[in-house]
Each structure stands twice: as C-alpha cells, then as structure tokens.
C-alpha cells in the first residue's frame, strides 16, 4: 500500500512540474516529500536523449522531478534517484554528472550574487558585515584572512564558500572580496540563493575541496 501512495505522489508532482511556474508556487521534494516554495528547490529534466539534466533557472522544457535545496536530499536523490522513475526511461547518472552539477550550482550562485550586487541587495566586505544588521546569512571566500573570518562571527550563520577572493570579487565587478552577506529582502528569497549557497558550501566540504 506504501509503495502505491509513494508512487501516486510521484504522478501528482511530476504533473505539478509539468504546469509553467508562477509566482508562489510550492514544489514537493522526490525525496523528503516535503513541500517548499519552488526557489528553495532544485529541478532536474529529462532530456529527449534519456539524460537527466539539472536545470538551475526551473525554465527548461520537459518532464521534472524536484527536490530540496539540501545535502541530504541531494545526496540521496544521488544513490536512490527517487521520482526519477516516473519520468520514463533515464541514463544512468556517472560521477560527471555530478561534477557538472557542482559546477553550475556554482555558476548559478555567483551569477544571483552578482545581479543582487548590481541591485545593492548585498553588503560586502568584513567590517561592513560585522556592523550590519537583518543578516541572513554570510559566506566567506575559502582563502579569507582569519581577521576577516573573525570579523563576521557575531553574524547568526557563517559559510565558507569554495571560490577564492578573487573569483569572489570577479562575480560582484570588483578586483578581490572575501565576505558577503544577504539580507532577508523579497528579492533576494525569490532567487533562492541562501539555499543554493549554504548547499554549494555544504558540498565542498563534504568533497573535502576548496576550488575558484
């Protein structure tokens, strides 16, 4: 009976994925089964070759599967592919998948960072983010000074991002940036970048990398 409903939930949500999304639209997760706003969740389609691809802008064609935002969630959508059933017959995932969903996660995340700088929706730089408040979360470049990184302790979450100050600095327009900060801003919770962030973060650790 269990695996019935497992599996009638699996249609509802593939169908759900299937409608164009609009603005609160809520997404349950293939793994957890948990319902979250569609920004907090990550997508993956199947592609008319039998591959599954991620599709980090929720705009590509296609039947879906979504799931959290989350390591965990991640992380067993990897060994268990669940939902992905559903979508009919799909490639086998290699470990290059996986490298390249890291690699676009990453690129997603710079770019949003980038766009909210250009929106003044950021505070960057260790002292700025050690005065400032309504901080939702901040993220350390992996090669931050330990001045900087003690800076920003007083802030609630602190992640360490691996991107170098460099790289950091390339994505907002400027030479070298070791710290950000997002605030609690609509604009900023409707790109769903604090998740996608801490989840980039939480990867690189668990991989044991430090890359940018």
């Not at 676009?104 to 960072?113: E, G, I, N, T, W």
């Not at 050690?130 to 931050?144: K, L, P």
Request: proline share 5%; net charge neutral; with cysteine.
């Amino acid at each position: 009976m269990t695996e019935v409903t497992v599996e009638s939930d699996l249609a509802e949500a593939i169908v759900e994925a299937d409608e164009p999304e609009k603005r609160g639209t809520h997404k349950r997760c293939a793994v957890c089964r948990t319902e979250s706003p569609a920004y907090e969740t990550l997508r993956f389609v199947r592609a008319p070759s039998g591959d599954l691809c991620f599709d980090p802008g929720r705009k590509a064609p296609g039947r879906g599967v979504s799931i959290c935002a989350k390591q965990a969630c991640v992380e067993k959508f990897r060994t268990g592919l669940p939902g992905v059933k559903a979508l009919g017959d799909v490639k086998p995932l290699e470990a290059e998948f996986w490298r390249g969903f890291d690699v676009m996660l990453a690129s997603d995340v710079l770019s949003k960072l980038g766009l909210l700088w250009r929106q003044r929706k950021l505070v960057i730089g260790a002292e700025p983010v050690h005065d400032a408040t309504g901080i939702s979360v901040v993220f350390v470049s992996n090669d931050a000074g330990s001045n900087a990184k003690d800076q920003v302790r007083n802030q609630p979450a602190v992640y360490s991002v691996p991107v170098s100050t460099e790289a950091l600095g390339h994505a907002l327009g400027k030479d070298r940036v070791a710290v950000v900060a997002l605030g609690h801003d609509d604009v900023t919770k409707a790109m769903g970048l604090s998740a996608r962030a801490v989840l980039w973060a939480d990867r690189a650790a668990l991989q044991g990398g430090n890359h940018g």
